[in-house]
């Protein structure tokens, strides 16, 4: 079916750049995906944005109050402290996650490996793990009842390892991102490492490069658009950063607070506490701030690239 | 999609099982590296340790999790009966957990797929007017983070009395900007233009030809997308907390992360071999699906992956 629809050769012009005729048709695709997507990204959006400008008050009830949200919300220690903690989640885990995973694509992809089908695939696996039960495992894991914890701590001999100190806890959160998501990460840095043309390699060896030769002056520039893209996700994930402290929470339930980071403190603040206005308001600036910087790592990465 | 100069007529016939076939590698770099194998052994032994810890430990008894090494047999083999009691603890609330997750995975990830496509193919092969406001838009949705949208949502169905319903789940996943970015690139390399203008001389309507012709040349960026939007859903965590509170529609995560909260607090009653267990049963399906249809996704990221 494939080679039978196509017009023989001859008769086609020859590679129009594109084709420039409106042909509004095309609305018929599309329409179903922008109808569901009005109503579920930007109806909200505009929702929370128009949330934010109001504060449900006791004398007078639901009021317009301008910024004033806003300018609470930069004055809340409550929400800068959840701030910061994954301000240091995304500068120190973000990029081990990432070294991790390129690390790893350049060992599946340099045909030194054994059975490097396998590695890919079982590092990748955690990834269809749900985040509940990694989570969940982990935490049992790191747990002083039945975890290997308490088997290591027994081997060591006294309390060496607890990953539900304060101190310890948002290393065992990244413990717990990393593992989850360097099999997609290297995915990523994988299927770009692939795309790279055997000339480059060829005339590599000619100019007698040797394997690390190759790696810092060719697949490691050659990945850069993919690592940009794999920065933004992560950071975008580090900011959210809610089902591992979420769920961990009933195990560690000192140690991790209402506001352990912004989204659990937007989620408590509008569940537990139904101050739906301020939890958008919050909600928004984090919004805010991950598009900006996501913003500026592109163009930074785009940059770099074009020099 | 640089390097692909190739006429259009032999990327025709290759097209559905495509993927970059690239002469690579220098004649050098064929020789394996002991080293090398052993350091990444590591990191293996790093990722399946907890899988393999949360296998052995579902076929011990509470008291064998609490009494017997981490990583060893326990002092019985009680797979199949935790198994069974997974299945019938509170009436078999677990099983109608895993059909809800079913429902929500099949119209949910199914759903996001076909619009994802529609979408995907409109955006590539039809010159529409609004086009690229229609992209900046969704382009622009990735960056804003689920955090500021989550809250709302919940608000707006509300309103709408969707909450406590299945359509609160569902409705929000049938959007996949990924899959959309997706099928777009794949779309735009895999299905020539030329093809599309014979079949509408043939008098072809647009949608005949799409679902006779295009969407067979879609096939594994499709397969791709589906994968990742069966994912997506089945992992699915913060969406059904917001939305649910009757637990008769919970998924499955959200009703284990329950379970789990049950061992702590005043009237505790710690179900641990339950919840491990559950887990396990919750992850076989997902990761079947991943090793059976690997061929097709790992063809369909590259093509993607090609036009960063």
């Known amino acids: 079916m494939t080679t039978t629809a196509a017009p023989p050769p001859a008769l086609r012009p020859p590679r129009r750049k594109r084709r420039s005729r409106i042909d509004d048709r095309g609305w018929l695709f599309v329409a179903p995906f922008a109808l569901v997507f009005a109503l579920v990204f930007l109806a909200p959006l505009a929702y929370s944005v128009y949330l934010s400008l109001f504060r449900d008050q006791l004398i007078g009830g639901n009021a317009f109050v301008g910024f004033a949200n806003y300018v609470t919300a930069f004055g809340d220690e409550k929400f800068w402290d959840g701030f910061g903690r994954v301000g240091i989640f995304l500068v120190v885990q973000v990029p081990i996650m990432l070294i991790l995973a390129l690390a790893a694509a350049l060992a599946i992809d340099s045909a030194r490996l054994h059975a490097a089908g396998f590695y890919r695939i079982v590092i990748f696996l955690p990834y269809a793990v749900p985040a509940v039960v990694a989570v969940l495992m982990w935490g049992y894991i790191y747990g002083d009842q039945f975890g290997l914890t308490r088997n290591l701590n027994d081997l060591l001999g006294g309390q060496v390892v607890q990953p539900f100190l304060p101190e310890w806890m948002l290393l065992s959160i990244g413990n717990i991102v990393t593992w989850q998501f360097v099999g997609y990460n290297m995915l990523i840095f994988y299927s770009s490492l692939k795309t790279i043309p055997g000339e480059l390699y060829e005339a590599a060896s000619i100019d007698g490069a040797g394997a690390w030769r190759t790696i810092f002056s060719i697949k490691i520039p050659a990945v850069r658009g993919a690592v940009v893209i794999a920065t933004i996700f992560s950071i975008i994930g580090s900011f959210q950063l809610f089902n591992e402290p979420n769920i961990l929470k009933p195990l560690a339930p000192n140690v991790i607070s209402t506001f352990f980071t912004p989204n659990m403190y937007a989620y408590n603040l509008s569940f537990a506490g139904q101050q739906y206005n301020y939890a958008a308001t919050i909600a928004i600036i984090m919004g805010v701030i991950t598009a900006v910087i996501a913003y500026v790592v592109q163009l930074r990465g785009s940059r770099q690239e074009a020099r | ?308």
């Open chain 2, 1 to 308: 999609m640089t390097t692909a100069t190739a006429p259009r007529t032999d990327t025709v016939a290759v097209t559905t099982s495509r993927g970059p076939r690239l002469a690579r590698r220098s004649p050098t770099s064929s020789k394996k590296s002991l080293v090398l194998s052993i350091v990444m052994g590591l990191y293996l032994l790093y990722t399946l340790v907890p899988l393999f810890w949360l296998l052995i430990n579902a076929t011990k008894t509470q008291a064998d999790l609490f009494t017997t090494f981490g990583l060893g047999p326990g002092n019985s083999f009680a797979l199949f009966d935790n198994i069974v009691e997974t299945l019938t603890y509170r009436d078999g609330i677990f099983v109608r957990w895993l059909g809800n997750t079913l429902l929500y995975v099949v119209v949910g990830a199914g759903g996001a797929t076909l619009l994802a496509t529609l979408a995907g193919y409109g955006l590539a092969k039809y010159n529409f007017r609004g086009r690229k406001a229609v992209f900046a838009v969704v382009l622009g949705a990735i960056a804003v983070p689920g955090t500021a949208l989550a809250v709302p949502t919940f608000l707006l169905f509300s309103q709408l009395g969707l909450t406590n319903t299945p359509w609160a789940i569902i409705i929000p996943s049938l959007i996949s900007p990924f899959g959309l970015y997706l099928i777009w690139v794949y779309a735009t390399d895999a299905i020539p233009t030329e093809l599309l203008e014979a079949a509408r001389m043939d008098g072809a309507g647009e949608f005949r030809t799409f679902f006779t012709i295009s969407i067979r040349l879609l096939t594994p960026g499709i397969v791709t997308v589906l994968l990742f939007a069966v994912v997506a859903t089945w992992n699915n965590y913060f969406l059904p907390l917001i939305m649910l509170s009757d637990p008769q529609w919970y998924p499955l995560t959200v009703g284990l992360n329950q379970w789990n909260a049950q061992a702590t607090g005043v009237a505790a009653q710690p179900i641990y071999n339950l919840v491990i267990t559950g887990s396990v049963l919750s992850i076989i399906p997902i990761v079947a699906a991943f090793l059976v249809l690997q061929r097709f996704w790992q063809s369909g990221l590259s093509a993607g992956s090609v036009k960063q």
